[in-house]
Structure formats: structure tokens, C-alpha cells
């Protein structure tokens, strides 16, 4: 096989987070998050069920997976989602109840927070930059 016929990773599309309550998990990325539910089959040998959910308009999904002695809930996840709008989203999730820290802003970063899950898995979020519109932009430039 040459370099250019190599196979390769192209993508991500799952990351998973220990949960010790699959229903719990299930509940606060649903509910309180308002994550879509994909699927939620038993999976025997997993020990509980493969429940994968994604943001509403994210290509990556998330599976709530059953936390187990080699793989525990209540860890640092390093999964950065985005909002548009993160002071919005962070006084939200504030007022939800969920346990969240500082909203930080620096000088040309986005602003961006951590929060907790149930399981005390710590989740990221990064303000995204809104859209442009080129023909609007072009016209502005005008």
C-alpha cells in the first residue's frame, strides 16, 4: 500500500461519557440540555444500553456509556461544545440548576464556561462566532 492508498481516520463521530445512571444522563442531556436522542438499545455485554444523542445541529454525537471499575464517571471529559450565545446559555444553565463555573472573557477569545453533569463529568462551552452572510458582508463593503 502506498502513502496516498493508506487508510486514515477521516472523522469524529461519537465521543463518550461515563455515566453511573444511564436514565439520569439521559434526562439532563435531554432535558436540560436539549440534546436529540438518536438511539437507545440494550447492549448486554456493555452492561447497560448505547444511548447516543447529539446538539441539535452537530455532526458529532455524544454516548451516555455505563461507567464502569476501568472507566468511572466524574472525570474530566475535555469535550468542548459551542453556543451562540454563551452568557445566555451559561445564566440558563445557572438558573437550571446545573453546576457551572465562572463565563470567562478575554480580550479576542470567545467567551467560554465549564459546567457538570449529574455524574460530575465536566463539560466545556466556547461562544462560536456568529455567521456571515458574504452577499451581506459585500454589501457592506460597498
Known amino acids: 500500500m502506498t502513502n496516498r492508498q493508506r487508510a486514515r481516520i477521516d472523522a469524529v463521530r461519537t465521543v463518550g461519557i461515563p455515566v453511573s445512571d444511564q436514565d439520569r444522563a439521559l434526562e439532563f442531556y435531554v ?13 448486554g455485554q456493555f452492561g447497560g444500553r448505547w444511548i447516543d444523542l447529539r ?19 466524574g ?17 440558563q444553565l445557572s438558573n437550571d ?7 470567562l472573557r478575554w480580550p479576542g477569545v470567545p ?6 453533569d449529574p455524574d460530575g463529568n465536566v463539560l466545556y462551552v466556547s461562544e462560536s462566532p456568529a455567521p456571515t452572510n458574504p452577499a451581506t458582508d459585500e454589501e457592506e463593503t460597498r
Do not use: Y
Open 31 to 43: 432535558g436540560v440540555l436539549g440534546f436529540e436522542k438518536l438511539m437507545d438499545a440494550p447492549i
Open 55 to 73: 446538539p441539535p445541529r452537530s455532526t458529532v454525537t455524544v454516548a451516555l456509556t455505563p461507567a464502569r471499575e476501568a472507566q468511572f464517571a
Open 75 to 91: 472525570v474530566d471529559t475535555g469535550i468542548r461544545f459551542t453556543t451562540e450565545d454563551a452568557s445566555a446559555l451559561h445564566a
Open 97 to 103: 440548576g446545573v453546576d457551572v463555573d465562572e463565563l
Open 111 to 116: 467567551p467560554m464556561f465549564d459546567f457538570r
